[in-house]
């Protein structure tokens, strides 16, 4: 920790009780800087547009602190949805270094945000955001990118395999490797400009969807013009596509990155087995699909980080996280154990609990919770 | 307890009632504690400029002295008394929640939280369980045996009242067990005495620290002015806290209970005994806003991780609910009640 951020926190501390200056000021500061806040970046919404029905795309101008994204991260998307501040991942869809065409100073990120079976949060996204708006990010995450096979030896064949929304993070990889390393140029301009050096080797893309639900196809082509080795497959696997064909012609020192829901993750790696292909040039990003409510009488599945520690539990049914813990021998703080007293509160990173008190159903993101009153439905990351 | 009272009804319709009301609960309430937020933090800073324009004309500095003892009543009753109740952590703010917060007195939040919270809104007049019935220092109903010291406890509650904030920060820490090692049976600590020590120290030290010493000496010559209007801004708002806070479970007409009557209590029950161990006060929205809405103590005891920023719309329901159950709901002009209070503290002191 640098001495200026030692200063602000002790400062803070011993004037006025905040962990931070920044905190102390935030409401204030939130008066001229609309969203303003000391835990996330700032980005200031350009546009909103809808790709299908359940497909939103969000360009948005990042402030200037923001730390550069590499093609193929993630940010942390944070709005304020009726007062409650919510926050979801998604992949950065537009190459790294993209700048605004009307004011070349600004980046630009682009985010492909598709509506899910939780759709508190992207349902909500429509109407609570408007362009010229403000919303939150973290600095860009994820350790899903190009390697440096693939940048550096010319003849490494890279595949690109995506299922559904997988296909985002590989369009901000196509655009980096379609954009000179040395001028970038503003993306979807109608004149993309020849870069002067393109990278040469063949690249695959094989994306599977549902029979017209291809995201970004007019993208492709133009991507595909700029990079003669493009190769690009749109697959339905309804039409009898599969992907036994689809990756024929795959080498063993190709670099594969796969990218979609867990069970497509599952099948290619089969499929990469059959043929032979390695493990080790493998990269894989992908979303678990949807987790159902379970019945009441289902199991609590609970992965516990407690001091940077983690353990995975399995809870009584029928029990409150509170008393579930405590037989498994964690001890949690507790007061009054009837939703009083707010002292069993606890951070749930991610998963839905039930209030016991009003039966209600928790979002799927970060919340705190009250352990006390509180039920697993599916599976949770809890922080103690 | 009165067993005429459809107790389980009673329940549902103030469970009913509290579900209808966090359900509209949302970018509203967010912006009202922003909002006071805000306030607070104009009128902190107004104040501590305006105190050292006391040199100009004296009346900057009664001005200063105000609007820094507003900012202190805004920061100790509004905002942190029911931000740490956790009353707006569903907001998700990494800020405003009960986990994150402290306030501008010299009790830790942490410490207040743990006892208060827990021990005083579940047990609330419980006598021998809330702590908070009398503080340990006033003989305030007859569940007590009469002392000596009673004698004089009306001088003893002026001395807590001007030193509230001090003995809050003493009683939440159960100093008498920590510091003098007495001991009660079934009251297990999970946060060991040294650790409680520390906090109390390292946060009382805080508050005279900045209070005391930094602000006024950045004033630099202007020294006298600051350190004085710090002083009478903390003297006024413990004093306001003091007697708010003793208007909202003094009165005449607040019950006790024994433990015997509290054991196996059901919802229903529980909340008849919160009804009865509280009192609402009258006044504008002002008032209850400087009162951190304990004017609406009732609601507020009824349910405690409500956002103040609804008391007032669900008291007048939570009346007609009492009224037809047949159940008191003890309310007046403030003051009508603070001279209940005083007429008890008296009352008691005599045998
Ligand atoms: S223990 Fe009191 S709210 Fe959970």
Redesign the pocket.
């Known amino acids: 920790m640098n001495l200026l951020t030692r200063l602000n926190q002790v400062t803070a501390k011993t004037l006025f009780h905040t962990e931070s200056l920044g905190s102390y000021f935030e409401p204030l500061i939130q008066r001229v800087k609309p969203a303003w806040r000391t835990h996330w970046f700032r980005a200031q919404v350009l546009s909103l547009k809808p790709l299908r029905d359940d497909v939103l795309q969000l360009e948005l101008a990042p402030q200037k602190t923001w730390p550069q994204a590499k093609a193929g991260q993630h940010v942390l998307l944070t709005l304020e949805i009726n007062g409650r501040l919510m926050t979801r991942p998604f992949s950065i869809s537009s190459a790294p270094d993209q700048r605004q065409t009307l004011q070349p100073k600004k980046r630009v990120i682009r985010l492909t945000i598709k509506h899910t079976a939780d759709g508190a949060f992207t349902s909500a996204l429509s109407q609570h955001i408007s362009v010229g708006g403000f919303v939150n990010l973290s600095a860009p995450q994820g350790e899903f990118l190009l390697s440096d096979s693939v940048l550096n030896l010319p003849e490494t064949p890279l595949w690109l395999v995506a299922a559904g929304s997988g296909i985002t993070p590989f369009m901000a990889m196509l655009h980096q490797l379609a954009l000179s390393t040395h001028r970038l140029k503003p993306l979807f301009a109608n004149a993309i400009q020849s870069p002067a050096h393109k990278p040469s080797n063949p690249i695959y893309v094989v994306y599977f969807a549902k029979a017209g639900e291809h995201l970004y196809v007019d993208e492709l082509t133009v991507l595909a013009q700029l990079l003669p080795q493009l190769k690009v497959k749109l697959l339905v696997r309804k039409n009898g596509d599969n992907l036994a064909t689809a990756l024929q012609g795959c080498l063993a020192s190709s670099q594969v990155l796969i990218c979609g829901p867990g069970q497509f993750k599952q099948d290619v790696d089969h499929q990469l087995d059959a043929i032979n292909h390695p493990p080790q040039h493998r990269q894989a990003e992908y979303f678990q699909a949807p987790i159902l409510p379970k019945t009441d009488n289902g199991e609590q599945h609970i992965q516990l980080t407690q001091r940077g520690k983690q353990t995975q539990l399995t809870l009584a049914t029928n029990d409150t996280l ?1 008393n579930g813990l405590e037989q498994q021998g964690i001890s949690a703080t ?11 509160q606890c951070v749930k990173k991610s998963g839905v609990v039930r209030n016991l008190r009003t039966g209600e159903l928790s979002q799927q993101g970060e919340q705190l919770i ?4 509180s039920q697993a439905v599916t599976p949770l990351e809890l922080e103690l | 307890m009165n067993k005429n009272i459809n107790f389980d009804l009673l329940a549902n319709e103030l469970d009913d009632l509290k579900r209808q009301t966090l359900k509209d609960v949302g970018a509203i309430d967010a912006a009202y504690i922003r909002n006071v937020i805000v306030w607070q933090r104009g009128l902190e800073w107004g104040g501590r400029a305006l105190l050292m324009l006391g040199f100009i004309h004296p009346l900057w500095w009664v001005v200063g002295v105000l609007s820094l003892a507003s900012a202190k009543i805004l920061d100790n009753m509004e905002i942190g008394h029911n931000v740490l109740h956790g009353q707006y952590d569903w907001m998700n703010d990494p800020h405003i929640n009960s986990r994150q917060f402290d306030w501008d007195i010299a009790c830790d939040g942490k410490s207040w939280q743990r006892i208060h919270n ?1 021990e005083h809104h579940t047990y609330t007049n419980v006598i021998g369980k809330d702590r908070d019935f009398g503080y340990g220092l006033l003989r305030l109903s007859n569940d007590f045996s009469w002392r000596l010291k009673n004698l004089w406890q009306f001088i003893t509650y002026i001395y807590l009242s001007v030193l509230f904030q001090w003995g809050i920060s003493y009683h939440e820490l159960a100093a008498e067990r920590v510091f003098m090692g007495k001991k009660k049976q079934g009251r297990a600590s999970k946060v060991n005495a040294s650790e409680l020590k520390r906090r109390f120290f390292s946060k009382g030290g805080k508050q005279l620290f900045k209070d005391y010493l930094v602000f006024p000496l950045l004033a630099g010559p202007l020294f006298l002015w600051v350190i004085s209007g710090n002083l009478i801004a903390n003297l006024l708002r413990n004093l306001w806290t003091s007697t708010i806070i003793f208007c909202g479970h003094f009165t005449s007409d607040v019950h006790t209970f024994s433990q015997a009557e509290c054991e196996n209590e059901t919802q229903g029950q529980w909340y008849y005994r919160q009804a009865l161990g509280s009192s609402n006060i009258l006044g504008g929205k002002l008032f209850h806003i400087l009162t951190g809405h304990l004017s609406f103590q009732i609601e507020h005891h009824l349910f405690p991780d409500l956002p103040s920023s609804r008391y007032q719309q669900v008291a007048p329901q939570v009346q007609a609910i009492f009224a037809r159950h047949g159940i008191a709901y003890h309310t007046g002009p403030f003051l009508r009640q603070y001279s209940q209070v005083v007429k008890r503290i008296l009352r008691y002191s005599l045998p």
Do not use: S, T
């Open positions: 509170l507790f007061g009054c154990r009837i939703g009083v007293c707010h002292q069993c009250q352990l006390c009153i | 827990y």
